[in-house]
T-cell receptor
Framework: DTGVSQNPRHKITKRGQNVTFRCDPI?????LYWYRQTLGQGPEFLTY????????KSRLLSDRFSAERPKGSFSTLEIQRTEQGDSAMYLC??????????????FGPGTRLTVL | GDSVTQMEGPVTLSEEAFLTINCTYT??????LFWYVQYPGEGLQLLLK?????DKGSNKGFEATYRKETTSFHLEKGSVQVSDSAVYFC?????????????FGIGTKLQVIP
């Protein structure tokens, strides 16, 4: 079990630039989630994929944000025209296909974004 | 909407002291409840969970009981160690029969001193 991996671990960018983060879930997990965590707060849900389908997006995900999971494996989260308010830790989690019960979400180490 | 309220930290305890971190929730129906832990420099890890009323989750000496009557899921440990120093997040997930969108509390930082 290699766990959920995220790259890069840290990203510093200037305001107005575009950034892209990658998440590789645990290999047999078909569900993938993105969360955002700002300093001193708990993670907040951004979006969810089941296989390659994006099934829910939070209203936190403005039109500058886009997420994809093209082959139902890894996922990317892109932020266009970054703003200082986008500075946060971006967390990815995955979980296995469930049978209607509670699936434990396994989190990656996160990508810390700093927008200057 | 769903929400989780947990005590603000930081909490500072001496080694071998008793730990309680309070957590209450607001949700419709019967959510599943979780405690996650985040050690310095690491990602979130599931510490324990409970999926129905009166269930007790336990792991690594930590325990929490799902109390529907008081909508609470307080975390306890009888004797903390320096290695328990971390941020602890209470969380809930509604039962949807499908995916779970987890709602987290703000986190409580625990510092254990020798």
């Amino acid at each position: 079990d290699t766990g959920v991996s995220q790259n890069p671990r840290h990203k510093i960018t200037k305001r107005g630039q575009n950034v892209t983060f990658r998440c590789d879930p645990i290999s047999e997990h078909n569900r993938l989630y993105w969360y955002r965590q700002t300093l001193g707060q708990g993670p907040e849900f951004l979006t969810y994929f089941q296989n390659e389908a994006q099934l829910e997006k939070s209203r936190l995900l403005s039109d500058r944000f886009s997420a994809e999971r093209p082959k139902g494996s890894f996922s990317t989260l892109e932020i266009q025209r970054t703003e200082q308010g986008d500075s946060a830790m971006y967390l990815c989690a995955s979980s296995p296909r469930g049978g209607g019960g509670t699936d434990t979400q396994y989190f990656g180490p996160g990508t810390r974004l700093t927008v200057l | 909407g769903d929400s989780v309220t947990q005590m603000e930290g930081p909490v500072t305890l001496s080694e071998e002291a008793f730990l309680t971190i309070n957590c209450t929730y607001t949700a419709t129906g019967y959510p599943s409840l979780f405690w996650y832990v985040q050690y310095p420099g690491e990602g979130l890890q599931l510490l324990l969970k409970a999926t129905k009323a009166d269930d007790k989750g336990s792991n690594k000496g930590f325990e929490a009981t799902y109390r529907k009557e008081t909508t609470s899921f307080h975390l306890e440990k009888g004797s903390v160690q320096v290695s328990d120093s971390a941020v602890y997040f209470c969380a809930l997930s509604p039962y949807s029969g499908g995916y779970q969108k987890v709602t987290f509390g703000i986190g409580t930082k625990l510092q254990v001193i020798p």
